[in-house]
């Protein structure tokens, strides 16, 4: 039985919201029985006015949320006399993905009068020709519950702040989605009617949402990961090549590990100056002494050491930085010495739960950070800062085409991925502002001088350059806004600033195909800017 007693709305849920001036109303959710339903309406829209009356943000009298979509909706069309099946008209805009800016479109939909449901014995349906609420169907949890939780859910993964605006793991939740797959075919088989059907073709758009788009990439795409591949397998092989050398040159000085060392025993000042070969010792085995970080090692029983802050092993680190940096950005912190036994010993408390040891303190001379798979080896010692590793002399960034000063937002942020596939650092960073608009309290401040922080750049860089080489086959520009005017004040000698929002889409493998994901590794967001028609440069200070 269905009872058409209740208000008239339009059966969507809204929400009021601005973008760089526009007042619309967002389109959170289009209820199953909304008279929206399969007229081309989407959640997600942007609703600029509803039968010619332009959306408001506020109003004194409350006016904002009489508003299509809003709470007090019925409120408006009982005062305008409105009944089941009454036409309205939405003018709406959606982004046009992939492409550039918007579209806008007129669609005709009913607002509908509230409709209560029930079955022959007067109990509680969910819908036309649905369960009851409270039924179970040998399911865990009732169908009331169930359909809520859903509803919750799903509204919060589609439109412009859901899934894929922030750092959500979206084949986590495509995971999580599938397994109510079964429950919705026994819906549908056991319940077929309208209110079935709305629920499965909504968990089916939210499937296929949550499946992201799908890309083809072609194989030239990603010959630049056999390029780097070859580069990876000639500097291990330098770095192998180059410590068996050293070893072989300094084999008549190395000695095994003295063991455990006592005050009572006397010094090790006969075995200073020799050498120790130390196998490699991964970060979860360093220990940190009295404030001072170590490598450690705990051989025949004693205990070895180099502090991390000497100058030999910053060296070591930051040649395994540049290596990470242009090399493998996957290279392994386990690392491998030959050290120089010191005349003085050095007492240390190796965890908290132990007392404290007389150990055996070296300078390291050379320095094997990696595995098998991937190696770096630097010759350590002298006065300069900085060493090379083994064969760095070789690695070069692959050549790309110059970015020409009138290059869109999308062919910029194509470069920029051009740039990280080649290893080539500097046009990457080029291609990012040296200037900056600040946000605070809704004002927009210029600050003409602020350059991508250096300490971000590195750690960016090399993020970047490992999910370029594993696990994001493709970058693809999915979206450009139009650009906007954020010129803070008119004075003299103020450059005109546009911005531009850009949104990505980053392409990995999924069961033989190529397809879109979101999580907390990537970013899809980013904004760019440019300063009295010159060139757009990046002003979104983050890796990929």
Known sequence: MTTDAGPVRCGLRTSIRTMDGVIYLHVDWIDWDSGFR????KVGDHILSVDGVAVIET?????HNRQVGRDQEATDWQAKGAADGQPVKLSIRRRRIPGVGWEKLDIDGKARAERSYTSPDGRRLIGDAGPERLAKDDFADSWASWIERRMYIWERQVGDDGIWSGS????MALKEHLADEARVKFLEQRYPGPFS?????????IRDLLAGRSYTVDPEELRFREEEDKIVEQATAAAKAAW?????????????PPGPLSIVNGGIEHLAGKLLLLPPSAPDNWITDVGVPFVAWNLNKGWVVTPLQSPNFDRAWRAQMRYRHNVAPGLNDAVSIIGRILPEMRMIRPNDDAGAVISVEVEPIAAMFGDDEIAMFA????????VSFAGESDIRALPIPAVADDATPAQVMEALF???HARDDKTWLS????????????????????????????????ASRRLALDKVAALRVAWVDDPVDITPHQFPGMPKIERVQVEIDHAAEFDGEYRSFNSTEVNRQWRLGRLSGGPWRVISFQGI
């Open 168 to 171: 959500a793991d979206t084949r």
């Open 59 to 63: 109003a004194e009298d409350g006016a």
């Open 38 to 41: 399969d007229t081309g309406l």
């Open 418 to 420: 051009d740039a990280l």
């Open 244 to 256: 068996a050398d050293f070893c072989e040159r300094h084999k008549a000085d190395i000695i095994e």
């Open 197 to 205: 059907r709305a629920v499965a073709s909504d968990w089916k758009a």
């Open 379 to 386: 010759e350590l010692g002298g006065d300069d800062p900085e």
């Open 431 to 462: 291609l990012f502002a040296d200037w900056q608009v600040l946000v605070e309290d809704g004002w927009h401040f210029y600050n003409p001088y602020d350059p991508y922080p250096e300490m971000r750049r590195e750690p960016d860089w090399v």
